[in-house]
């Protein structure tokens, strides 16, 4: 009980700041429908449409997670709060994933909207299934844990900005979140079938267009898990050296 109060907690908070800075919100919404439009605008017609536009989708999910994963660390340590949070009943990793979700459904409320926005007012042609939505929940699993790794950083050294530039960016032009990844570069092949968010993205694309093997989703979910359990090792190994040692708690 204790667990779901602070999940609960967590929750009421993001929609506590959603209500108190509702324009910087309704600004967000704004250029998110531009950015859609301008995004899937120029794809209509194209063979690659339904793998560009849920490449989009899954990456803008994707970079969000692995940004709120480690600025979870970095505002508590800005506010200077972060020693309050280690002293939690609940561990810090589960404050994390509690953070990570509250965001998670209340963006997912936000996505929800401008795409039915943009399919009522543009008619542009997309459409997410359950399907596609299962396998983007699984496809998170791994990058939760890809955001965990990165949450250790900052734990190291406070402002991982850059690193998560790096990270998202990679995700962006390297996924096929642009467009098939369809090639002979083995380079390219090896992301494509090691990546949790390459996998999805293919997956959920071929999902619109055939029934998907039951064999193909447990691939993408030991993959996932893969990721996830690599990102939790990395950050509590972190965390116990940091203990250690001393974490440095300033901003």
Known sequence: ???FNIFVTELKKYWIEVKTYYPDHLVNVIVLIIFFVGFLNSSIGSEYFNSIYIGFVFWFFASNVISEAANSISFEKQSGTFEQL???PVNIKLVILFRVLSWLLLTSLKVSFVLGFIRLVFNIPFILTLEVVGILLTTLVGIF???MLLSGLTLKYTKTASF????NYFLLFFTGTFGSLDTANSFFELIKENIPLSRGIHLATQSLERSVQLNEVLLLGINSAVYFVIGLVTFEVILSQ????GISSNY
């Open 1 to 3: 009980m204790r667990i």
């Open 86 to 88: 280690l002293s939690k």
């Open 145 to 147: 844990g890809v955001g």
């Open 164 to 167: 998560e530039s790096i990270i």
């Open 242 to 245: 940091g203990k250690k040692k």
